[in-house]
């Protein structure tokens, strides 16, 4: 008895448990969708182990969150960081944006290899977590090269072949880039039979669907098609209206997404907030023309009569835009002619001394081609469209972006200020969705949708991805003009139960690791 009474009379921190970090006087949002409330969370060895009003805990150390938002890390499910994990390892454009966990392979490219790939990024040990799609463009051309013809029975199996190892090895689903050679070349039954391999694994179908202006209705019906056909989860990427032509579409297309999902088709979409894309020159080009490597597309293009069937498709598609010149294609980065970078075509024709026609501005996409290409950054959407995608309640957000090397080339800014550009302007200054349904989009929806199951939440037993930020201060700062900014009010990270983020800054801490899909044993 004397010892129970003992027990009681000490002070209640003697009955504290020990924790790593603890958060305090926070204003939680969970990632559910439901109201923030106020609570503290206790992080111990990588996982939440506490969280609501009261918790007893004393901790080595102590954030005290007063005043703040403390959520779910954000999952980013469309970016491509192969081949740039290493400039960067620290992700400083991610994570200073809120992403713990990027989903990489989007488009149709990634690395065939995907054993090889998560191990590589576990030695390499970056800032944020990855997981990784298998990528049917660079499936294809392991194979066939980018040949512009239909698989052969003996091709088709070897491509079952690697998505398959693909699946067991860890990747989240299958993608496609149906713009990008070899995708446009593929026929639909080709992706359901690859689809349907993914599907075994509980894998997701990812699409840069085959066209995103014109023909985006047919091109979304394909998507369902695809996901119905295979019998798994459909992620319609970058869901957008390019083309001033196809301004207001979305009352069309976002009604399609609704009425598949009813049907009982899982099909979600994700979107980036900006009226601008960004991919490569290449786009501009007749898919044909793009067949068999840089030296065919060389040889192609010197050619009197394609230099002429090419011109004739560039001006046609300004025509249907209703523009007179090429001031809506901006260069991101020209490895020949840096000056290039940040100055539209129409620009750069210009500046190399031609007349201010379209025609010349043609032959200017032409030469850029023919020395390699660049990347560019697309202006051509409408706010409105991209305000009505928004309210969608099963969109997620992605950055489309990669690790960004900070002030290298003219990027699009999406890849440093995609979150914090939906907290600020679409949340806290335009209204167009509230603050809990912004953070549910950003993480526990991407977390059902590709299956990675300790994350998106805050909860007792997941993972110890958690941000908090200032919801009054939170801010993308990166412009098309200046797009080397990180954005602000992000004041504390946690990856993997570990500070990497303190004070607004960067701690050097690299904690991410690899993260794996449902078909590994």
Same mark, same amino acid.
């Given at each position: 008895?004397?010892?129970?009474?003992?027990?009681?009379?000490?002070?209640?921190?003697?009955?504290?448990?020990?924790?790593?970090?603890?958060?305090?006087?926070?204003?939680?949002?969970?990632?559910?969708?439901?109201?923030?409330?106020?609570?503290?969370?206790?992080?111990?060895?990588?996982?939440?182990?506490?969280?609501?009003?009261?918790?007893?805990?004393?901790?080595?150390?102590?954030?005290?969150?007063?005043?703040?938002?403390?959520?779910?890390?954000?999952?980013?499910?469309?970016?491509?960081?192969?081949?740039?994990?290493?400039?960067?390892?620290?992700?400083?454009?991610?994570?200073?944006?809120?992403?713990?966990?990027?989903?990489?392979?989007?488009?149709?490219?990634?690395?065939?290899?995907?054993?090889?790939?998560?191990?590589?990024?576990?030695?390499?040990?970056?800032?944020?977590?990855?997981?990784?799609?298998?990528?049917?463009?660079?499936?294809?051309?392991?194979?066939?090269?980018?040949?512009?013809?239909?698989?052969?029975?003996?091709?088709?199996?070897?491509?079952?072949?690697?998505?398959?190892?693909?699946?067991?090895?860890?990747?989240?689903?299958?993608?496609?880039?149906?713009?990008?050679?070899?995708?446009?070349?593929?026929?639909?039954?080709?992706?359901?039979?690859?689809?349907?391999?993914?599907?075994?694994?509980?894998?997701?179908?990812?699409?840069?669907?085959?066209?995103?202006?014109?023909?985006?209705?047919?091109?979304?019906?394909?998507?369902?098609?695809?996901?119905?056909?295979?019998?798994?989860?459909?992620?319609?990427?970058?869901?957008?209206?390019?083309?001033?032509?196809?301004?207001?579409?979305?009352?069309?297309?976002?009604?399609?997404?609704?009425?598949?999902?009813?049907?009982?088709?899982?099909?979600?979409?994700?979107?980036?907030?900006?009226?601008?894309?960004?991919?490569?020159?290449?786009?501009?080009?007749?898919?044909?023309?793009?067949?068999?490597?840089?030296?065919?597309?060389?040889?192609?293009?010197?050619?009197?009569?394609?230099?002429?069937?090419?011109?004739?498709?560039?001006?046609?598609?300004?025509?249907?835009?209703?523009?007179?010149?090429?001031?809506?294609?901006?260069?991101?980065?020209?490895?020949?002619?840096?000056?290039?970078?940040?100055?539209?075509?129409?620009?750069?024709?210009?500046? @190399? =001394?031609?007349?201010?026609?379209?025609?010349?501005?043609? #032959? /200017? %996409?032409? $030469?850029?081609?023919?020395? &390699?290409?660049?990347?560019?950054?697309?202006?051509?959407?409408?706010?409105?469209?991209?305000?009505?995608?928004?309210?969608?309640?099963?969109?997620?957000?992605?950055?489309?972006?990669?690790?960004?090397?900070?002030?290298?080339?003219?990027?699009?800014?999406?890849?440093?200020?995609?979150?914090?550009?939906?907290?600020?302007?679409?949340?806290?200054?335009?209204?167009?969705?509230?603050?809990?349904?912004?953070?549910?989009?950003?993480?526990?929806?991407?977390?059902?949708?590709?299956?990675?199951?300790?994350?998106?939440?805050?909860?007792?037993?997941?993972?110890?991805?958690?941000?908090?930020?200032?919801?009054?201060?939170?801010?993308?700062?990166?412009?098309?003009?200046?797009?080397?900014?990180?954005? @602000? =009010?992000?004041?504390?990270?946690?990856?993997?139960?570990? #500070? /990497? %983020?303190? $004070?607004?800054?960067?701690? &050097?801490?690299?904690?991410?690791?690899?993260?794996?899909?449902?078909?590994?044993?």
């Amino acid at each position: 008895m004397k010892w129970i009474l003992l027990l009681l009379s000490l002070p209640s921190f003697a009955l504290a448990q020990d924790c790593d970090i603890l958060i305090t006087n926070g204003k939680i949002i969970d990632g559910t969708g439901n109201s923030w409330y106020y609570g503290n969370v206790a992080v111990k060895n990588g996982k939440i182990i506490a969280i609501g009003r009261q918790v007893n805990f004393i901790a080595k150390k102590v954030i005290d969150a007063k005043g703040l938002i403390v959520a779910p890390g954000f999952i980013d499910v469309h970016t491509h960081l192969e081949g740039d994990e290493a400039k960067d390892p620290n992700a400083t454009n991610f994570i200073l944006d809120g992403v713990t966990t990027c989903i990489t392979g989007n488009c149709g490219s990634s690395e065939t290899d995907i054993y090889k790939y998560l191990r590589y990024i576990d030695s390499l040990k970056l800032s944020i977590n990855v997981a990784a799609l298998i990528g049917h463009n660079d499936v294809r051309k392991a194979v066939m090269g980018r040949a512009n013809r239909d698989a052969t029975p003996e091709e088709m199996q070897k491509m079952e072949a690697t998505v398959d190892k693909a699946m067991r090895d860890g990747a989240v689903g299958l993608s496609t880039g149906l713009i990008y050679i070899p995708g446009t070349y593929t026929k639909t039954s080709e992706i359901i039979g690859l689809a349907k391999i993914a599907s075994k694994y509980n894998g997701v179908y990812a699409s840069h669907m085959r066209d995103e202006g014109d023909s985006v209705i047919q091109a979304i019906n394909e998507a369902l098609t695809i996901g119905r056909e295979a019998k798994l989860p459909v992620q319609i990427s970058h869901f957008k209206l390019s083309g001033q032509q196809n301004w207001g579409r979305s009352k069309i297309t976002v009604p399609m997404i609704e009425k598949a999902r009813q049907e009982g088709i899982d099909v979600t979409i994700d979107q980036y907030p900006y009226t601008a894309s960004s991919t490569s020159i290449s786009t501009l080009i007749p898919d044909e023309i793009l067949a068999d490597g840089q030296d065919s597309i060389k040889a192609r293009l010197q050619r009197p009569e394609i230099k002429k069937q090419v011109i004739t498709h560039i001006q046609e598609r300004l025509k249907k835009r209703k523009l007179k010149h090429l001031s809506y294609a901006v260069v991101a980065y020209y490895s020949p002619d840096t000056s290039y970078n940040g100055k539209s075509i129409e620009q750069i024709n210009l500046m @190399k =001394g031609r007349k201010h026609k379209s025609k010349e501005e043609a #032959l /200017t %996409v032409i $030469d850029i081609m023919i020395n &390699g290409g660049a990347s560019a950054v697309f202006h051509g959407m409408g706010e409105e469209d991209v305000k009505r995608i928004m309210q969608y309640p099963f969109n997620m957000f992605a950055s489309d972006a990669t690790i960004r090397t900070f002030g290298f080339g003219s990027p699009h800014p999406r890849g440093y200020g995609t979150n914090a550009r939906v907290l600020s302007k679409y949340v806290r200054e335009e209204k167009v969705i509230p603050l809990e349904e912004a953070i549910r989009r950003m993480t526990s929806l991407p977390a059902l949708k590709f299956q990675l199951k300790d994350r998106g939440l805050l909860r007792e037993g997941y993972a110890a991805d958690i941000i908090i930020f200032d919801e009054k201060e939170v801010k993308d700062l990166s412009t098309f003009e200046k797009p080397h900014a990180y954005s @602000k =009010g992000f004041h504390f990270v946690i990856v993997n139960g570990v #500070l /990497t %983020v303190e $004070d607004e800054k960067h701690l &050097g801490i690299r904690a991410g690791k690899a993260l794996f899909g449902a078909g590994v044993k």
